[in-house]
């Protein structure tokens, strides 16, 4: 938000606009100062967005020795273009924080995907292990870039033609029958009804922790594990359940697995473990394989063209979901308001510099996204109201922007209070 105000700050001195405050949040100052120029530069209470005041002639009388230098009486085309820097500069600082992140490299997992038994995709045909090639039109390299290909899709809900190649190198075209979803759920909804999720490492002791039964008893690492007890296992997190399920009645059980292709068969007794952040839990000592990493890492300038694709494509996506709520296509449940963008920009800190640096250019994208609808008071109302004055040859009167204002900050009071109370019921009612 800092950096919208800054866009209109640079701009307005550059138009020769006299700017009389640059605030950074609202409310009162915390910290403040006078540059030399005579603008005074502060930091407010209320760190949500913050503004800059300009000498206009709508707010009080005027020097005429600095009229010159009022917003009103400049043209046209420098008014546009000081409302429209403040976007403009969220753009740029998109652009510009994905180009980062795909320099320091952007860390992503295969697309290898599952889905939960019986479930709309189990139903569809997506099977554990396959790894989605097509979501679509669009091809898919990551497995956030299939996320992000169904979540967009779901918002239509319309049958979704999907590639994948199973664990056999076989290619297969399946739908996601996305038009058996019910209407008026949010996207982190429809995915769950939907089952796809990320693949559990298949049944392979990448690690053999020395010292532990399957170490004892002559597993190596790089052994296919068939079954437990005789109980097939097909993927890793099968032979945690098998073992903690048989372990309970004996700890000694019997293991069958591939080596080289070859069968083989051990008998071990599984031990109880543990560490200091959880309670026993009855281990054979072995560790699954890391899931397939796909980082995207460019030069400057493939990263700068990445950059520029990435920030299209989230454009053109989310003016189609608020296309889409405003239609009644997608649920207004999408919306998140501050308690959302909070958790999310937790979560993102979390993963690490590249994820907080893809958070913080959609954040900034969203911004000049939201202001430049064309609501008054945002600047995109401005702009709306600019382009009349083009067409008409003189400036909307005083009255219908006066009456803009309130339709405007009616509008804005009821997207806020809509994105809260969607913020709230996730927390309590999380399903």
């Not at 039964?213 to 594990?225: E, F, I, L, N």
Request: charged letters at 15%; one cysteine or more; a neutral charge.
């Amino acid at each position: 938000m800092t950096f919208h105000e800054f866009g209109h700050y640079w701009v307005a001195r550059r138009c020769g606009v006299k700017v009389l405050r640059f605030s950074i949040g609202f409310g009162n100052a915390i910290w403040k100062r006078i540059g030399r120029d005579g603008t005074e530069y502060q930091i407010a209470a209320i760190p949500l967005g913050g503004y800059v005041k300009m000498l206009d002639a709508r707010e009080g009388e005027v020097d005429p020795a600095l009229l010159h230098q009022e917003f009103t009486n400049q043209s046209i085309w420098k008014r546009i273009a000081i409302v429209a820097a403040g976007p403009g500069f969220n753009i740029i600082f998109t652009v510009a924080a994905f180009w980062l992140m795909f320099v320091i490299g952007r860390t992503d997992y295969a697309p290898i995907v599952t889905a939960v038994p019986q479930s709309l995709a189990a139903q569809a045909g997506i099977k554990p292990g396959d790894r989605v090639l097509t979501v679509g039109d669009e091809a898919i390299a990551t497995l956030s870039g299939a996320n992000d290909a169904i979540a967009n899709a779901l918002l239509s809900r319309t049958p979704l033609p999907v590639t994948v190649r199973g664990t056999d190198g076989t290619q297969r075209s399946i739908v996601l029958p996305l038009n058996r979803l019910p209407a008026g759920e949010d996207v982190g909804q429809y995915m769950d009804k939907l089952g796809i999720e990320p693949a559990s490492p298949p049944p392979i002791a990448a690690i053999v922790k020395p010292g532990y039964p399957a170490a004892m008893a002559g597993m190596q690492a790089g052994d296919q594990v068939v079954s437990v007890n005789g109980v097939p296992v097909k993927t890793f997190e099968d032979i945690g359940k098998q073992v903690t399920a048989d372990a309970v009645k004996s700890p000694v059980m019997s293991v069958a697995f591939l080596r080289n292709g070859k069968p083989m068969q051990f008998m071990l007794t599984a031990r109880l473990d543990s560490t200091d952040s959880s309670k026993p839990y009855w281990a054979i000592g072995i560790g699954q394989q890391p899931p397939e990493v796909a980082i995207q890492h460019y030069g400057p300038i493939k990263a700068f063209a990445e950059s520029l694709d990435l920030t299209w494509q989230r454009t053109t996506e989310t003016f189609g979901m608020v296309s889409k709520m405003l239609t009644g296509e997608a649920s207004t449940r999408n919306l998140s308001g501050v308690i959302g963008i909070a958790q999310v920009a937790n979560a993102a800190a979390s993963a690490g510099a590249d994820h907080f640096l893809e958070f913080l250019g959609l954040v900034s994208l969203s911004l000049a996204i939201v202001n430049l609808l064309p609501i008054p008071i945002l600047d995109g109302g401005h702009l709306l109201y600019y382009l009349i004055e083009l067409v008409k040859g003189s400036p909307v009167s005083e009255r219908t922007m006066i009456a803009g204002q309130y339709v405007g900050i009616a509008l804005l009071f009821t997207l806020m209070g809509l994105a809260f109370y969607n913020d709230i019921h996730r927390i309590i009612l999380p399903s």
